[in-house]
């Protein structure tokens, strides 16, 4: 078994986790089986003035809160009325800060996923924020979870890192309407040409 990520791992600037995080492994154990792949897509949220970011456009906190707690916990959120999606705590306690993980390329429980995906081809399981979350059977009850703990079941494990010629970066996606220069910063990283991508 590889080992997980630690602690100390999602307690640094949210840029360099959304970029450390690819080719390392989500993993959520359903009922004794793993279900996961490797992350090939995420963005970082991080501070008080980003204007991409959810828990600076609105009063009420709720579940953004955890942003602002130790690093290593999920974060779950609602969206557009349909989705939900997974990110992870990051920078020191106390700093806020959020990777969104928004693809991967699925390796475990491929009959789990396609149970969970019907009518959709394998390209198209995880190839999205809301997808792989439908695909890896994460929801609200995933919330506020430690992902660094030992005995963690949704967790991220170490594997091959990815070498910087293979990755591109970009604006995150979705913000229409928020200003510059957040709008367009490239805090957004993939493997490029990976086919599990978001499109």
Not at 88 to 107: H, M, N, Q, T, Y
């Amino acid at each position: 078994m590889a080992p997980r990520l630690s602690r100390d791992f999602y307690a640094r600037d949210a840029r360099a986790v959304a970029r450390a995080l690819l080719g390392q492994r989500l993993v959520h154990v359903v009922a004794g089986r793993r279900v996961g792949g490797r992350i090939v897509e995420t963005e970082a949220y991080r501070g008080t003035d980003d204007r991409g970011a959810h828990w600076n456009l609105r009063r009420n906190l709720g579940r953004f809160a955890a942003a602002f707690g130790p690093p290593g916990v999920s974060l779950v959120y609602f969206t557009y009325g349909m989705h939900w999606l997974f990110n992870i705590c990051v920078e020191p306690d106390g700093a806020p800060g959020a990777v969104l993980v928004r693809a991967i390329e699925p390796l475990e429980g491929l009959d789990m996923i396609a149970a969970n995906r019907p009518g959709r081809k394998p390209h198209e399981w995880t190839s999205g924020p809301a997808k792989l979350t439908r695909a890896l059977g994460i929801g609200p009850d995933h919330h506020g979870l430690d992902v660094a703990a030992p005995d963690a079941l949704l967790f991220v494990e170490a594997d091959a890192p990815i070498p910087d010629g293979a990755v591109s970066t970009g604006a995150r996606v979705g913000l229409n309407t928020t200003p510059e220069p957040w709008k367009s910063t490239p805090w957004r990283y993939w493997i490029t040409s990976n086919p599990h991508v978001s499109r």
